[in-house]
């Protein structure tokens, strides 16, 4: 449904043109309805000490944990 929600993360330089799930690097979505995947996103600190950066997704009513618990996805820098 539209409240599952998904976070599209592009590496740049980008040109002008093409369709968002298609250019996208990468595309983190909602695991089931009304997840609110995306809802918060932020970039934190070199946790895993690599030299980049992590990047944060929230999906603020995943269900996983109980009934909209909520999740925090941590996904590891690339380098880019």
Known sequence: SM?????????GPLSSGGD????????CV?????DYAGWTVAITNDLNEDGYGE???????????GSE????????????
């Open 30 to 34: 909602g695991q089931s309805n009304s």
């Open 20 to 27: 968002l799930p298609t250019i996208a690097s990468l595309i």
């Open 3 to 11: 409240w599952d929600g998904s976070t599209y993360l592009l590496y």
């Open 69 to 80: 618990s909520g999740s925090l996805y941590l996904i590891n820098g690339l380098g880019y």
């Open 55 to 65: 990047l944060i997704v929230t999906a603020r009513q995943d269900n996983t944990g």
